[in-house]
């Protein structure tokens, strides 16, 4: 009966001294309500009623795909890594359905309220020293 005592403290005291990494408010699975992309004069709301785009982000990684969900057909999908800091968040693209931003680098502020992620910012590509265009997105967190 000791034996078993000491082993359940031991475990008991081991489980208090490890440390567990606390989980990102960045972390899951995102769905975009809302998007507006500025170049210049010009505004664009990329996504419709029959758009969906889907964002999941997990450890250091995170992917993301858009579908017209009337055809059916692919828009566009990306991933790569990302880190996570005093609400800024970085991406850093490895792979693309275009082919085309692997290996660049965008930064953006973010907001958190509630089960809403709002990212904002100029995108300022890696390099770069002005932004190409500023970008306004609403994801609702599903999982």
Partial sequence: MKKTCYFLLAIFLL???????KKKP??????L?????????TTEFPNSEYDREIKIIGGEHFIYIRQ???????????????TFKENK?????EFTSWGGDIGITYSYECLFE????????P?????????GWQLHE??????
Avoid: Q, R
Avoid at 68 to 82: A, I, N
Avoid at 89 to 93: A, C, F, L, S
């Fill in 33 to 41: 309500v809302s998007a507006n992309w500025i170049f210049g004069d």
């Fill in 26 to 31: 960045v972390e899951g699975t995102w769905e």
């Fill in 138 to 143: 609403e994801w609702k967190k599903i999982e």
């Fill in 114 to 121: 509630d089960d809403m992620w709002i990212m904002t910012g």
């Fill in 123 to 131: 995108v300022i590509a890696e390099g770069e020293k002005k932004p």
């Fill in 89 to 93: 968040y970085t991406e850093t693209h």
């Fill in 68 to 82: 017209d969900t009337t055809k059916k057909d692919l828009f566009f999908s990306g991933g790569g890594t990302y």
């Fill in 15 to 21: 489980l208090l001294s490890c440390e567990t990494e």
